[in-house]
């Protein structure tokens, strides 16, 4: 998916009128079609160079999986040199159909509870990738005249650890002549990269912000998020305090529940203690299981009486609902499971493009 510009400009550049990127972007943004050949607005020879030039998607559908229930679609995406990452569409019972995307191939923050910190790291993602992901889940809704509701960054990566490409995405996703979707239907999470932190709340003041914390103090951050021994809680939380001074917008604390590792009440006590005064919420997060060894979720007991400690403190506090786990598609459980045998000369038939995507 490429700007609209972009993609005049590129149709001009070869004696194609521009208008036609305008009947490109409304079939596929509009009506949902995802294929040039669809598009019946075309003339053939306008198909088939775009078809050869300006392929729609960066990324092919390999395997899907869905949930038993039929809320969550998770998606294995093979990118044009062969790597893969996932993505997830979740559809909650108030109408909200949220995409989770990915960032980066892998991940090198390496937290311990994270499948995908245990992936070695490949590369970042360009802006065309990332969006892609969410509008190929897109045109599969409009087949039955649904939409994306709300996007966010919390997939294979870290996305502070790509800005630049991310940024793009997201006004990829915030343009008007594409999806068109609004500032704050949009949330990017990050570890904890305090640098841009600071700069994300001066680019993008109405998109919302979701820090992953997972511990009250330093000594249990450093035990399962090594991106802590860099930047430190103090130096997180100050940064946290300069994105709402900034933005004047909530953010949200991401704690994910480790059965004897930051579960105890003395915990819920200190992070009552260090997000004090700070507007916020708490998101607590049941742990889904995964392979690794040694980490479990802690029990809904447990789960219960911290979100209490928390709300008795004044601290806005939610659990979220976790979706998927039937197909490791729910918060943490997204690793590349999925060994496929493709060329590394031809990838799988694909005839490899340069960068230009509508």
């Known amino acids: 998916m490429r700007f609209l510009g972009d993609v005049r400009s590129r149709l001009e550049k070869n ?36 078809k050869n030039n300006v392929p729609i998607f960066s990324i092919v559908p390999k395997k899907e999986s869905t949930s038993k229930d039929g809320s969550t679609k998770k998606i294995l995406f093979e990118l044009n040199d062969g790597e893969l990452i996932e993505a997830v569409l979740m559809k909650f019972d108030d109408g909200r159909n949220t995409v989770c995307v990915s960032s980066q191939v892998g991940c090198m923050m390496n937290c311990k509870f994270c499948a995908t910190g245990q992936l070695s790291f490949k590369r970042n993602l360009t802006y065309e990738e990332i969006a892609d ?30 800005y630049t490409e991310v940024a793009k995405s997201i006004d990829m996703l915030r343009d008007d002549a594409a999806l068109n979707m609004g500032s704050r239907s949009i949330t990017v999470s990050t570890c904890g990269i305090v640098p841009e932190i600071k700069r994300f709340a001066e680019q993008f003041k109405q998109v919302n912000l979701a820090v992953s914390l997972h511990a009250p103090s330093d000594e249990v ?5 090594p991106i802590s021994t860099k930047y430190p809680l103090e130096e997180l939380i100050e940064a946290c305090k300069t994105y709402t001074e900034i933005t004047h917008r909530r953010i949200t604390f991401e704690y994910v529940m480790l059965d004897g590792v930051n579960d105890k009440e003395r915990h819920a006590y ?20 995964t392979s690794i060894k040694g980490i479990k ?62």
Do not use: W
């Not at 596929?28 to 160079?49: A, C, H, Q, W």
């Not at 992901?133 to 790509?162: D, W």
């Not at 918060?331 to 995507?357: F, P, T, V």
């Open 297 to 358: 979720g802690s029990q809904k007991s447990k789960i219960d009486k911290f979100r209490s400690i928390l709300d008795s403190n004044h601290i806005q506090v939610t659990v979220r609902v976790s979706l998927g786990k039937d197909i490791d598609a729910a918060c943490g459980q997204l690793a590349r499971k999925n060994k496929l045998s493709i060329n590394s000369n031809n990838h799988g038939g694909r005839k490899q493009k340069d960068s230009g995507k509508v």
């Open 133 to 162: 992901q969410v509008l190929y889940f897109a045109t599969l809704l409009k087949k039955t005249k649904e939409y994306v509701t709300h996007v966010v960054y919390m997939g294979m990566g870290e996305p502070f650890l790509n």
């Open 270 to 289: 200190q992070l009552a203690v260090l997000l004090r005064g700070l507007l916020c919420l708490v998101n607590i997060i049941p742990y889904n299981e």
């Open 15 to 50: 004696g194609i009128p521009s208008y036609r990127a305008n009947q490109v972007f409304k079939d596929l943004f509009e009506k949902g079609i995802g294929s040039y050949d669809d598009m019946k607005t075309l003339p053939s020879n306008v198909k088939d160079f775009l």
């Open 221 to 225: 951050r450093n035990e399962i998020m």
